[in-house]
């Protein structure tokens, strides 16, 4: 899939292979553009030099993006400032096609789904404190017993099971006030 392989390829350019960020960078370029021509309809000139604004801008934050996160929402996020960006400067409503349509994704869809999901949920996750967050993230996404998750955060039993019930509770009412 899609995110797969330009996860892995990310991955491998942040260790320090060059070669793997050079590919990296010619298949995003693939996808990019494909998206931004939906998007530019109406500016197909402006393609070319938002693609390579947008290249730029994956080249200059790639030490933002989490080896644990998924890189289509990363990339996603990038570009769509940088067609808020356009919009702007160019201070036309008109420009693109269909200026923030959720459905226009620029990877395919089946591979973004999950990788969004995922993204969504460590985000929220992250707003927790440990004895909250470390419960769920081992029970509920995990799997493991609440046993094995009291021996490996040391916490009681019973601690893990209130951690568990407090931040899916904290987690719901954050969500709530998102809608």
């Known amino acids: 899939m899609i995110e797969e392989r330009l996860r892995s390829l990310m991955l491998q350019s942040l260790a320090g292979d060059a070669a793997a960020y050079r590919i990296f960078l010619d298949e ?23 693609l390579q604004e947008l290249l730029l801008a994956v080249h200059n934050k790639r ?12 990339v996603q996020a990038i570009a769509r400032y940088k067609l808020v960006d356009l919009l702007r400067r160019r ?45 769920i993230l081992y029970v509920k996404i995990e799997g493991a017993s609440v046993t094995d998750t009291a021996i490996r955060t040391g916490m009681s039993e019973s601690a893990v099971k209130v951690g568990v019930h407090r931040g899916l509770k904290a987690l719901a009412e954050r969500i709530r006030s998102i809608e």
Request: net charge negative; proline share 9%; aromatic share 6%.
């Open 28 to 50: 995003l370029t693939t996808h990019l553009r494909s998206y931004l021509r939906r998007r530019l309809g109406g500016l197909p000139e402006e393609v070319e030099d938002l």
């Open 63 to 74: 030490h933002t993006y989490g080896p644990k996160q998924p890189l289509t929402p990363w």
């Open 91 to 135: 201070s036309r409503s008109d420009v693109l096609t269909d200026p923030l349509v959720e459905d226009d994704q620029v990877f395919a869809r089946t591979a973004n789904d999950a990788a969004e999901a995922q993204y969504d949920v460590a985000k929220l996750l992250r707003g927790l404190p440990d004895r909250q967050r470390l419960p």
